[in-house]
């Protein structure tokens, strides 16, 4: 069975504790053994909501982890070989069995990942992303996402994103409970749109805290690779060699603008009051501040 425009249909999602896997990518039973893993100093775990600069660390990640020599990381299809989500079938089997040091993503929430990240093991880097421009890029997403529903609309995927009834689920809930942990861990909090604003200072910050010593040669190369605008043109990178079944880039590009206040561009006015009206209720006790526009950066 085909869709309309030719792809397999969608994958369903799938409730498990609160959470939303995906049907055929996740499995719950597997899911539930990632908390039980042990975890050493080197390991690290990039935490993100889905659509969050996901990709753009792993590019980072490897490229300190490289001394910034984009050579050293292209041999294979795609970046997420060399970084794996660690919630995909299979993946947590390897992570057991995987040399050091261990680099992973993830899109999980706080009570799915490894108990001894608490004790102080491994690190935590968790990337937000002002959750307006997050919508409209997982909105985009999910046409190409063939693992994913396609939207109906863009008015009705708002509402679904609102209720927390994607991949991912509620993205205040996601945020607010790492935010909540960060203490408890040996946790980078950064933003993407501090990324954008100064990638150099950005990849410092991270260098420093995974205790990386690089030269200012090899940290220039670690962001001239990591730009938007350079990555595009890294198949690895920018996910070009992953297999049609998975991603239609035929329909649209998986780097599509890596900007902010691309929202303005599709929220009506109606929609931006009352999803302004959800932030201040859900992230009041919360002291994390976005950029909304690039504007804001003049």
Same mark, same amino acid.
């Given at each position: 069975?085909?869709?309309? #425009?030719?792809?397999?249909?969608?994958?369903?999602?799938?409730?498990?504790?609160?959470?939303? =896997?995906?049907?055929?990518?996740?499995?719950?039973?597997?899911?539930?053994?990632?908390?039980?893993?042990?975890?050493?100093?080197?390991?690290?775990?990039?935490?993100?909501?889905?659509?969050?600069?996901?990709?753009?660390?792993?590019?980072?990640? =490897?490229?300190?982890?490289?001394?910034?020599?984009?050579?050293?990381?292209? @041999?294979?299809?795609?970046?997420?070989?060399? !970084?794996?989500?660690?919630?995909?079938?299979?993946?947590? @089997?390897?992570?057991?069995?995987?040399?050091?040091?261990?680099?992973?993503?993830?899109?999980?929430?706080?009570?799915?990942?490894? *108990?001894?990240?608490?004790?102080?093991?491994?690190?935590?880097?968790?990337?937000?992303?002002?959750?307006?421009?997050?919508?409209?890029?997982?909105?985009?997403?999910?046409?190409?996402?063939?693992?994913?529903?396609?939207?109906?609309? %863009?008015? #009705?995927?708002?509402?679904? %994103?609102?209720?927390?009834?994607?991949?991912?689920?509620?993205?205040?809930?996601?945020?607010?409970?790492?935010?909540?942990? /960060?203490?408890?861990?040996?946790?980078? %909090?950064?933003?993407?749109?501090?990324?954008?604003?100064?990638?150099?200072?950005?990849?410092?910050?991270?260098?420093?805290? =995974?205790?990386?010593?690089?030269?200012?040669?090899?940290?220039?190369?670690?962001?001239?690779?990591?730009? %938007?605008?350079?990555?595009?043109?890294?198949?690895?990178?920018?996910?070009?060699?992953?297999?049609?079944?998975?991603?239609?880039?035929?329909?649209?590009?998986?780097? *599509? *603008?890596?900007?902010?206040?691309?929202?303005?561009?599709?929220?009506? !006015?109606?929609?931006?009051?009352?999803?302004?009206?959800?932030?201040?209720?859900?992230?009041?006790?919360?002291?994390?501040?976005?950029?909304?526009?690039? /504007?804001?950066? @003049?």
């Amino acid at each position: 069975m085909e869709l309309q #425009d030719g792809r397999t249909p969608n994958h369903q999602l799938v409730p498990h504790r609160g959470f939303s =896997l995906i049907c055929g990518i996740h499995d719950p039973d597997d899911v539930d053994q990632i908390c039980n893993l042990d975890v050493t100093d080197s390991d690290v775990f990039v935490v993100t909501y889905p659509k969050s600069g996901t990709i753009w660390m792993q590019q980072i990640l =490897l490229l300190l982890e490289a001394g910034g020599d984009l050579n050293a990381i292209s @041999q294979h299809s795609s970046n997420a070989d060399l !970084v794996p989500w660690i919630e995909i079938n299979g993946n947590r @089997q390897a992570f057991m069995s995987a040399p050091p040091p261990r680099l992973r993503v993830t899109h999980l929430p706080y009570q799915f990942l490894p *108990r001894a990240l608490t004790h102080k093991k491994g690190k935590v880097i968790y990337v937000a992303r002002n959750p307006k421009d997050v919508l409209v890029s997982y909105f985009y997403f999910h046409k190409v996402a063939n693992m994913l529903e396609t939207p109906q609309s %863009f008015d #009705d995927f708002f509402e679904k %994103f609102l209720r927390g009834e994607v991949f991912g689920s509620s993205w205040f809930d996601h945020i607010k409970t790492w935010f909540s942990h /960060k203490e408890d861990m040996n946790m980078l %909090f950064i933003t993407y749109e501090e990324m954008i604003q100064d990638l150099q200072a950005a990849v410092e910050k991270i260098s420093v805290f =995974l205790g990386k010593d690089l030269c200012e040669e090899q940290l220039a190369s670690v962001v001239e690779h990591s730009t %938007f605008s350079n990555m595009r043109k890294i198949p690895q990178a920018s996910y070009q060699k992953v297999p049609e079944e998975l991603l239609s880039h035929r329909v649209g590009m998986f780097m *599509r *603008r890596g900007t902010i206040g691309d929202w303005k561009n599709h929220f009506t !006015v109606a929609q931006n009051q009352r999803f302004d009206q959800v932030f201040h209720r859900e992230m009041k006790d919360f002291p994390i501040s976005f950029i909304w526009d690039i /504007k804001d950066f @003049q």
